[in-house]
């Protein structure tokens, strides 16, 4: 419930984090985005907080300003202010887990009919989602790799970028800057 959302100015307990699994964070959307950042699910924090990326070692906020995607360096309660920059955020699946292990292949699959339908309203440029095996299972494209992918999604191009969540170890801060700075360089987003 958005009234149980944990304020900024302290950490969920573990009864907390407990309490949050199955939550929802509401999108941060609007019509004709720049990009629309697709999150896999949320985690337990960001549930708690009502925030996305809210983990204090998830790196999309930093990364976003490293890539030169936003002017300074915003936190999961600012992501209203992403709006007015062109940027937006979802998930390929609604409901909070612990990892993203714990989703079923259906939900992934169903996030991904949700997603289309959602890009077709919405109409972003570009739809960015971050984790490419979620990217895999929701869309049938076992051998889908990270980057830009031949398929758009309507209208929209699609990249496919590492997960930044602090659990994925296979990039580093300035790997995932360079990813998601190519994406925007490409697109035209940045000079």
Request: charged share 20%; aromatic share 6%.
């Amino acid at each position: 419930m958005p009234g149980d959302r944990i304020p900024s100015t302290r950490r969920p307990t573990p009864a907390e984090l407990a309490a949050a699994a199955d939550r929802t964070v509401p999108d941060v959307l609007a019509p004709g985005l720049r990009v629309l950042f697709c999150g896999i699910n949320p985690g337990l924090y960001t549930a708690a907080i009502g925030h996305h990326f809210g983990r204090p070692g998830n790196r999309f906020w930093p990364t976003l300003h490293a890539a030169g995607i936003t002017p300074r360096q915003f936190s999961p309660y600012d992501e209203r202010a992403l709006l007015p920059l062109g940027y937006g955020i979802t998930n390929l699946v609604a409901r909070a887990t612990a990892t993203a292990d714990q989703l079923r292949p259906e939900e992934l699959v169903a996030g991904g009919v949700r997603l289309r339908a959602k890009v077709k309203r919405s109409g972003p440029r570009c739809l960015a989602v971050l984790g490419v095996t979620a990217y895999r299972g929701a869309f049938g494209r076992p051998q889908a790799a990270l980057g830009r992918q031949v398929e758009p999604l309507g209208e929209a191009a699609v990249w496919v970028l590492p997960n930044p969540s602090g659990l994925n170890a296979h990039y580093q801060l300035n790997a995932l800057a360079e990813l998601f700075r190519e994406m925007a360089q490409a697109i035209g987003i940045l000079g």
